[in-house]
């Protein structure tokens, strides 16, 4: 008998492809775990401009994240670039929007992982990624980061938290990881599916 395939949510938003890389690396990593599947959704642009024309679906990339992909999903990562110390305004304005599913109890128990990119070394990594936990705490997820026991952590001259993945794009906005961060962001999305499959044994 087949087990159940198990999806886990990578929720981005990305300006320039440096947030977008690290979902897609954790979603390596994700799908090294057997019965698991990374599902990578995206969110809109916010503006008064954008609200009035964007399309409902993106031009190019992951498609935008729905009720439904929050309501089936086994774990959730979440992903945003720095902006002054905190999630972008898109991220933010997508969490706000999840009042339904924080009064349904649709993520409650569920594992849930934060991930962000920022211009420079010590340009609010760690301030995003605590603030984009504290409302996935709200829901009742429990929360996944990254141990000391990952070697790359140590080692990093770039990225790499233990709140979670990161990436130092630089002022040119590069999207390409280094070694360890590409290794911290694929360790962080296979643990995530790990913990998902073990709460869901």
């Known amino acids: 008998m087949s087990q159940k395939v198990l999806p886990v949510l990578i929720v981005y938003y990305s300006l320039h492809g440096s947030v977008r890389a690290l979902a897609q690396r954790m979603a390596r990593g994700v799908e090294s775990v057997e019965n698991c599947e990374a599902v990578l959704r995206t969110v809109p642009p916010v503006s008064a401009v954008c609200e009035a024309v964007?399309?409902?679906?993106?031009?190019?990339?992951?498609?935008?994240?729905?009720?439904?992909?929050?309501?089936?999903?086994?774990?959730?990562?979440?992903?945003?670039?720095?902006?002054?110390?905190?999630?972008?305004?898109?991220?933010?304005?997508?969490?706000?929007?999840?009042?339904?599913?924080?009064?349904?109890?649709?993520l409650i128990g569920k594992p849930a992982a934060v991930f962000t990119s920022s211009a420079s070394q010590h340009g609010g990594q760690e301030s995003t990624l605590l603030t984009m936990a504290l409302p996935l705490l709200h829901h009742g997820m429990l929360l996944c980061g990254l141990p000391y026991t990952e070697a790359a952590?140590?080692?990093?001259?770039?990225?790499?938290?233990?709140?979670?993945?990161?990436?130092?794009?630089?002022a040119a906005g590069r999207s390409d990881l280094s070694g360890d961060e590409a290794e911290l962001a694929f360790a962080q999305g296979r643990r995530l599916a790990e913990l998902a499959r073990k709460l869901n044994a």
């Open 54 to 106: 964007a399309g409902s679906v993106p031009d190019e990339g992951a498609p935008y994240c729905t009720a439904g992909d929050l309501q089936n999903c086994a774990a959730l990562a979440l992903g945003s670039p720095t902006r002054f110390g905190n999630m972008a305004a898109a991220v933010k304005y997508f969490i706000d929007g999840t009042m339904p599913q924080w009064l349904s109890g649709d």
């Open 153 to 170: 952590l140590n080692r990093t001259q770039s990225g790499g938290t233990p709140y979670g993945a990161s990436h130092v794009a630089g």
